[in-house]
């Protein structure tokens, strides 16, 4: 069974870094891409940041490309996702995903988390 848990979201201000962490609790972590998608509500699920099996390649959203940074540790199957500058428009529930690929599509990705909230205050 696949266990996907998110942790390190909170309250902050504008400006302020967040780091994220995605525990995965399944055999051959190392298969999978990962991804970090965020959601608020009434919106579609978005798309943040991805990672390849073994983190040699990695995508962002644009609008994040130069904030934030998407790591993976394949022996603590944990993926990462370390927020800098954080704006109000980050604000949302990020959850993190398992997939075959790294790839922006919600539906590549086959195992999902419950997501942790991230608020940014003005």
């Known amino acids: 069974q696949v266990q996907l848990v998110e942790s390190g979201g909170g309250l902050v201000q504008a400006g302020d870094s967040l780091a994220l962490s995605c525990a995965a609790s399944?055999?051959?972590?190392?298969?999978?891409?990962m991804g970090w998608f965020r959601q608020t509500p009434g919106k579609e699920r978005e798309f943040v940041a991805g990672i390849s099996r073994g983190g040699g390649n990695t995508d962002y959203v644009d609008s994040v490309k130069g904030r934030f940074n998407i790591s993976r540790d394949n022996a603590k199957n944990t993926v990462y996702l370390q927020m800098n500058s954080l704006k109000p428009e980050d604000t949302a529930v990020y959850l993190c995903a398992a997939g075959g690929v790294v790839a922006r599509a919600p539906r590549r990705y086959a195992y999902w988390g419950r997501g942790t909230q991230v608020t940014v205050s003005t």
């Open positions: 399944m055999r051959f972590f190392n298969t999978y891409a």
